[in-house]
T-cell receptor, first 114, second 114 residues
Framework: ETGVTQSPTHLIKTRGQQVTLRCSSQ?????VSWYQQALGQGPQFIFQ???????GRGNFPPRFSGLQFPNYSSELNVNALELDDSALYLC?????????????FGPGTRLTVT | LAKTTQPISMDSYEGQEVNITCSHN???????ITWYQQFPSQGPRFIIQ???TKVTNEVASLFIPADRKSSTLSLPRVSLSDTAVYYC???????????????FGGGTRLMVKP
């Protein structure tokens, strides 16, 4: 069984640029959620995708957007990067209608904005 | 969502039992209590979930008093590899896709010393 994978591992961008992060969900999981984790803090929910549509969103501006593909993989796009966007971005997958409390997280992508 | 309060950090020694208590005074009737573990540079990992009384699995035990206003995660005979951040979450129920967002607080940083 393949776990959740994310790419790239690390990324350095300049303020104002755009970035795309990628996530492959665990086999059999059709729901993907994205979280932002600033240094020393707990993860904060960005949004979730199910059946290629956004299915819930946290308190993040519209410049944070996403996609889910037919194979359930997902992308997180952030436009007009700000210094405060520097964080670990985590992807989590789960089966819809299953035991939703148990989400499976990937190792994350460390984004640094300079 | 019910707010949770946990100690910021705890120290322990190898072989000891560690108990981490989480306060959730405003827990709702339908809320469950879930604990996640996060190692450095990794995504969080589900440990255990419960509703009332006691739940035990191969990793930990979860004690929940009758009033459910607090809960205690118990890690038996910790080792150095148990050094991690432990998060208490309240409000996520099994098979409840409406509660599809995990809300993390700051967590408890457990340091296990030799």
């Amino acid at each position: 069984e393949t776990g959740v994978t994310q790419s790239p591992t690390h990324l350095i961008k300049t303020r104002g640029q755009q970035v795309t992060l990628r996530c492959s969900s665990q086999s059999g999981h059709n729901t993907v959620s994205w979280y932002q984790q600033a240094l020393g803090q707990g993860p904060q929910f960005i949004f979730q995708y199910y059946r290629e549509e956004e299915n819930g969103r946290g308190n993040f501006p519209p410049r944070f957007s996403g996609l889910q593909f037919p194979n359930y993989s997902s992308e997180l796009n952030v436009n007009a990067l700000e210094l405060d966007d520097s964080a670990l971005y985590l992807c989590a997958s789960s089966p819809w209608g299953g035991d939703f409390y148990e989400q499976y997280f990937g190792p994350g992508t460390r984004l640094t904005v300079t | 969502l019910a707010k949770t309060t946990q100690p910021i950090s705890m120290d322990s020694y190898e072989g000891q039992e560690v108990n981490i208590t989480c306060s959730h005074n405003n827990i709702a009737t339908n809320d469950y209590i879930t604990w996640y573990q996060q190692f450095p540079s990794q995504g969080p990992r589900f440990i255990i979930q419960g509703y009332k009384t006691k739940v035990t699995n191969e990793v930990a035990s979860l004690f929940i008093p009758a009033d459910r206003k607090s809960s205690t995660l118990s890690l038996p005979r910790v080792s150095l590899s148990d050094t991690a951040v432990y998060y208490c979450l309240v409000g996520v129920a099994p098979n409840n896709n409406a509660g599809n967002m995990l809300t993390f607080g700051g967590g408890t940083r457990l340091m296990v010393k030799p």
